[in-house]
């Protein structure tokens, strides 16, 4: 069982930046991968970024590529997520999830087993 915390968010202007953590309960965390996914009001959950176990591979969704950086510290079971030039399209809830996916599978929410509870970025123009 893994039980996950994220934290970092809030309200920031557009071009700013935040920083969020996902913090990991147990000693098992060196063995998922780790994603984060956002979901927007209205909208389906959408895959942002994950990395593998070791931190060596990482996956972004085109739309945050080159402007979000996922990394994790395996001695803190944290994963990360710096998130640059923010824009307003940005704003949602930001989960991240844990579970042993395939790298094929990592933008697919259903192969994720855990889950943490959200936090809330928003971005304004």
């Known amino acids: 069982q893994v039980q996950l915390v994220e934290s970092g968010g809030g309200l920031v202007q557009g071009g700013g930046s935040l920083r969020l953590s996902c913090a990991a309960s147990g000693r098992t965390f060196s063995l998922y991968v780790m994603g984060w996914f956002r979901q927007a009001p209205g909208k389906e959950r959408e895959f942002v970024s994950a990395i593998n176990r070791s931190g060596g591979s990482t996956y972004y969704a085109d739309s945050v590529k080159g402007r979000f950086t996922i990394s994790r510290d395996n001695a803190k079971n944290t994963v990360y997520l710096e998130m640059n030039s923010l824009k307003p399209e940005d704003t949602a809830v930001y989960y991240c999830?844990?579970?042993?996916?395939?790298?094929?599978?990592?933008?697919?929410?259903?192969?994720?087993?855990?889950w943490g509870q959200g936090t809330q970025v928003t971005v304004s123009s």
């Open positions: 999830g844990a579970g042993l996916v395939l790298a094929q599978h990592v933008a697919y929410g259903r192969y994720y087993d855990y």
